[in-house]
């Protein structure tokens, strides 16, 4: 499995069978230009242009846009339902976590999770997560401090943090030296992640990948 980084929540998984893409963004909403690929499965979070822009995706993806479960090409997809801010969606809406399995690999996508606290039965289902995509830059949604939080619940393999400052971007976020600086973990940079199975840490590892 590949996985590589586009900014923001934007990211690519390539496995065996399929290319999936998640929260494409526009360059209206961010001021970051996104890549455009070819994707089998297109999974977008929320409806916020800067996690929506499916036209970045070519192709004719199957298009998963809130809860549900899929089973395409040996990857199984469940979307579950959370909310975009701490007042059960009344300021930012709804949110969808996405659970990804391949290659006998769980990833989860916490998409702008705004919630600081899961629900039982979604924390329940996303423990088993081997890969955490998961945002660091508050203000819309979780902050350091809560997605360490989260982090320690779950304890997944590998940590992915996303949605955070980068250099030109619109949105306001917390830079990702905020989040490295609350962890204690000494990133590992790469341009993209390769992975198995038997290739994964004993030991929590936190991976910064560089924005393609």
Known sequence: MIIQ????????LDTKNKVIAIDPYSE???????SRFKADVLLVTHQHEDHNNKSVVMGDPFILEGPGEIETGGICIEGLLTFHDKKRGQ???????????????????LGDLGEPK???EILEKVSNTDILLVPVGGNYTIDSEEAISFINQIEPKIIIPMHYALPNLKIKLDPLDKFIKSISKKPEVMDKL???K???????????LNKQ
């Open 198 to 208: 038997n290739n994964l840490p004993e030991e929590t590892k936190l991976i910064v």
């Open 28 to 34: 209206a909403a961010t001021g970051l230009k996104p």
């Open 5 to 12: 980084w586009f900014g923001h929540s934007f990211f690519r």
């Open 194 to 196: 390769v992975i198995r």
């Open 91 to 109: 300021e930012r809406g709804e949110n969808t976590i996405y659970l990804l399995e391949s290659e006998d690999i769980t990833i989860c996508h």
């Open 118 to 120: 899961l629900k039982e």
